[in-house]
């Protein structure tokens, strides 16, 4: 488990779970912190982890699975995908972006916090 | 009864000198391989270790009822007080900690490592078969000492200068209650692992982690001195037959004259499970899981 990364779910701040895990999961491998290959922990363990259902976090796996980023063989269980050169654009912006909104939740706020703390930031 | 109260007031003297602070938790986050220990997750080490140790007092006064309720139901004197009943009460408060860990419902902000979490990755492969080795032995020799009750039976009725109650004493078998020890130990040991890993998260990635690999590593090594306790009991019948005599008596098979060497392998199962517990409970700075990953 040495150098995992992890994904963070607020239930409170109205943007539902499955779209925070992707949104997460999509930045963390398009920004390539979880390299190809990487594997993912099985769906029943991050549901019960996130306590949400299962039928949650297959769905986000699913609709990475279908975005290309993630490949599930029989074997080797669920890992990140080889991303072709341009699926995977940079764009420090919306990497920063993500980062920002990841801590953001992590510390309980919401978007009205984070507008708030940009033009706040902004300013100074 | 009064050994349950000794042990109880045992639990509780422990409970008292062991009561876990802030300081001590970051001693013990940093033990256990978090560099930089954060306030967060000094909050929920002693949390973690208030919620075992509390269960110390209770369960250290119950245990030696328990077994002694066991023993009557399984038709056997009431059990010795000893290590055993100590370490039966240290694996049963692990348990029961990680069970209530593990279907407490996950409250706000939900936190989980992107990593797949097994077995292996909590406790060494090599541990968990030395653990497996021992309680192996000590049924082996439970499973010997009941195929031998026939011919012991045969070779104590040729011992001269000893009561029939001595005798009737020394004929009491072993082997039930050291395979009955055997499974309890065993469930007991790999229910603490399985739900160490499959248990809710702490919230903090880093102390997850190691608090995950502190459990299981802690519940094998209790495993290891409890398979090393059963496997010195285990041939305590054979011996106390041979104790008997001067030498191998007329009325033994030939094997009988290989049971002294049991006394040596008690010894060597003494050495090998202490030393194994200290081992797994002590493990180096490589082969921990963190770091000072946390959620800032």
Redo the contacts between chains.
Sequence with gaps: ???????????DNGVPPWRQIRDQ?VH?IRSGA?SAGT????IR??A?????SAGTVARVYRELETGGLLVTARRR?TVVADLPPHASPPDPLADAAARFVA?V??L?GDEHAAEAAVRAAWSD | MESALLYGLGGLAVLLVLWPTRSGANRFLRRWGIAEPTGQQESIAVRYLRNRRLLYPPLLFLVPSAADALAGLLGFPPPEPGLLQSYAALIIALLLAEAVAAVRPVRGLRVAALAPRRWHDVVPRTAVVILLALFAAAALLAVVDLLAQPVLRRVVSSAKGYSPEHLDHVLRPTAVPVLAGVVIGAAAVFGVVRLAVRRAPTGDPGSDAVLRTRSARVAVGLGMAWAGSLLTAAPSRLLAVDGLFDGVPDTAPAWFAAVPALRWLGLLVFVVSLGGWMWVVNPAKRDLPVSNEGVR
Excluded: K, N
């Design positions: 488990m040495t150098g995992s990364r992890w994904v963070v779910v607020d239930p999961l963390l979880l594997p993912f922990p099985p363990q991050l019960r982890d996130l306590g949400l269980g801590e939740r992590a309980g």
